[in-house]
């Protein structure tokens, strides 16, 4: 079982940057591709980044490529998601996500079996 708190989260201006942090608890952490989604006001939850077991390998939204960095400190158990550029379109919930150890990275949401609780990310204009 693996349990994931997001943190970070807040309100900044258009421009501005934040960094989001998803703490995991469990012993098979090092070896789980993990992700970051967001959910807008009315809209379906949609993928944002995604870092395998090793942080060798990464995929982002195009919406956020060159913009957002994921990354993951695997002795501390942590994941993060640097974000800049930040823009009024960026604002949502963040959420972070596991897969069961072994797995690769992926976009794909129900792929994901543990999530965190969310984080809310506004940025204003």
């Known amino acids: 079982q693996v349990q994931l708190v997001e943190s970070g989260g807040g309100l900044v201006q258009a421009g501005g940057s934040l960094r989001l942090s998803c703490a995991a608890s469990?012993?098979?952490?090092?070896?789980?591709?993990m992700g970051w989604f967001r959910q807008a006001p009315g809209k379906e939850r949609e993928f944002v980044a995604a870092?395998?077991?090793?942080?060798?390998?990464?995929n982002y939204a195009d919406s956020v490529k060159g913009r957002f960095t994921i990354s993951r400190d695997n002795a501390k158990n942590l994941v993060y998601l640097q974000m800049s550029s930040l823009k009024p379109a960026d604002t949502a919930v963040y959420y972070c996500?596991?897969?069961?150890?072994?797995?690769?990275?992926?976009?794909?949401?129900?792929?994901?079996?543990?999530w965190g609780q969310g984080t809310q990310v506004t940025v204003s204009s």
């Open positions: 996500a596991a897969r069961p150890p072994g797995l690769r990275l992926t976009q794909t949401e129900h792929e994901y079996t543990y």
């Open positions: 870092i395998n077991w090793s942080g060798a390998s990464t």
């Open positions: 469990g012993r098979t952490f090092s070896m789980s591709a």
